[in-house]
Antibody, heavy 117, light 107 residues
Framework: EEQLLESGGGLVQPGGSLRLSCEASGFIFSSYEMNWVRQAPGKGLQWVAA????????HYADSVKGRFTISRDNPKNTLYLQMKSLSAEDTAVYYCAKDRPRRTELWGQGTLVTVSS | ENVLTQSPATLSLSPGEGATLSCRAS??????LAWYQQRRGQAPRLLIY???IRATGVPARFSGSGSGTDFTLTISSLEPDDFAVYYC?????????FGQGTRLEIK
């Protein structure tokens, strides 16, 4: 069974940093583009970042560009999101997601990031 | 960025009725549009991609149509599990964007 398991969320102070991880299983991780999508409490979905299978071509939402870095370790079947200069507006559940061409077909259950003093 | 506008924001219907949800893009995406369902407390689930192709396991009562800037998700006969929030997402250009969602609630 294909699965994505996020970890690394928690409470962080404004201006702080956090690294999220997403462990994939049940499919050939190195063959797929991967994404991070977030959802602030009570709000809609917001795409955050995507990374191609090789790990060399990232894309970012304007709201996180320069502050967040998406990366992957294919031998470890793991996707990462390094977040810095966090603010209250970054408070959200962060979902890891697996893409196929022109769609996101598998989502993890999410990890909650709370930015607060 | 390509802004997606969904309407209505909330749709109140009864089980057995049909539902029509709209998604309009500020720039053409040809047919690179997907629809997702999110039930309360759950992760999103892919329903439709390439505007009209049902994802694996999605019931036939869900259908998508449209191209360019105007898209529609139709649910032919609502079942209790269909009451959820629905999002469209454009896949035509970076950054990827979602609509703000349509909440389908029981009348």
């Amino acid at each position: 069974e294909e699965q994505l398991l996020e970890s690394g969320g928690g409470l962080v102070q404004p201006g702080g940093s956090l690294r999220l991880s997403c462990e994939a299983s049940g499919f050939i991780f190195s063959s797929y583009e991967m994404n991070w999508v977030r959802q602030a409490p009570g709000k809609g979905l917001q795409w955050v970042a995507a990374l191609d299978p090789s790990g060399h071509v990232p894309h970012y939402a304007d709201s996180v560009k320069g502050r967040f870095t998406i990366s992957r370790d294919n031998p470890k079947n793991t996707l990462y999101l390094q977040m810095k200069s966090l603010s209250a507006e970054d408070t959200a559940v962060y979902y890891c997601a697996k893409d196929r061409p022109r769609r996101t077909e598998l989502w993890g259950q999410g990890t909650l990031v709370t930015v607060s003093s | 960025e390509n802004v997606l506008t969904q309407s209505p924001a909330t749709l109140s219907l009864s089980p057995g009725e049909g539902a029509t949800l709209s998604c309009r893009a500020s720039q053409s995406v040809t047919t690179s549009l997907a629809w997702y369902q999110q039930r309360r407390g759950q992760a999103p689930r892919l329903l439709i991609y390439d505007a009209s192709i049902r994802a694996t396991g999605v019931p036939a009562r869900f259908s998508g149509s449209g191209s360019g800037t105007d898209f529609t998700l139709t649910i032919s006969s609502l079942e209790p599990d269909d009451f959820a929030v629905y999002y469209c997402q454009q896949r035509g250009s970076w950054p990827l964007t979602f609509g703000q969602g349509t909440r389908l609630e029981i009348k």
